[in-house]
């Protein structure tokens, strides 16, 4: 079901889904918040590259401003024309799309515009 990540599929956690070898430690995620409310819309059937960085300035979408953060976009194949909504806090525990986590983001969370500032992935 579209909307809904789904790990069984593809055997893997869905911090690997991003390139991660662990889950990345969110109260130190440092990432970019473009938009604190998901990016809704119809998606037409086609293959797109989810901005998992945050650094991205055509979100929802990767645009390659992603190196040297650590995170790497994700890739989405999109079989027939359907409404989704793309996670935009890249907070999401169901990347790429929303699961409402940007309801529970801090009020001092980084936001605004995109930083070139590498994300810290402990050991
Ligand atoms: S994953 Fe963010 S710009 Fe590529």
């Given at each position: 079901?579209?909307?809904?990540?789904?790990?069984?599929?593809?055997?893997k956690r869905?911090?690997?889904?991003?390139?991660?070898?662990?889950?990345?430690?969110?109260?130190?995620?440092?990432?970019?918040?473009?938009?604190?409310?998901?990016?809704?819309?119809?998606?037409?059937?086609?293959?797109?590259?989810?901005?998992?960085?945050?650094?991205?300035?055509?979100?929802?979408?990767?645009?390659?401003?992603?190196?040297?953060?650590?995170?790497?976009?994700?890739?989405?194949?999109?079989?027939?024309?359907?409404?989704?909504?793309?996670c935009?806090?890249?907070?999401?525990?169901?990347?790429?799309?929303?699961?409402?986590?940007?309801?529970?983001?801090?009020?001092?969370?980084?936001?605004?515009?995109?930083?070139?500032?590498?994300?810290?992935?402990?050991?």
């Amino acid at each position: 079901m579209l909307g809904k990540h789904d790990s069984s599929r593809s055997g893997k956690r869905f911090w690997e889904t991003l390139g991660l070898s662990k889950v990345p430690d969110m109260s130190s995620d440092d990432r970019p918040i473009p938009q604190r409310m998901p990016i809704v819309g119809v998606a037409e059937a086609g293959e797109y590259t989810w901005c998992a960085c945050g650094r991205s300035a055509n979100q929802p979408y990767c645009d390659g401003s992603h190196k040297n953060s650590g995170y790497l976009p994700l890739r989405v194949v999109v079989k027939s024309d359907r409404k989704v909504a793309w996670c935009a806090c890249k907070r999401t525990g169901t990347p790429p799309f929303c699961d409402g986590s940007h309801a529970k983001l801090p009020p001092d969370a980084p936001s605004g515009p995109p930083r070139l500032k590498s994300i810290r992935l402990d050991d």
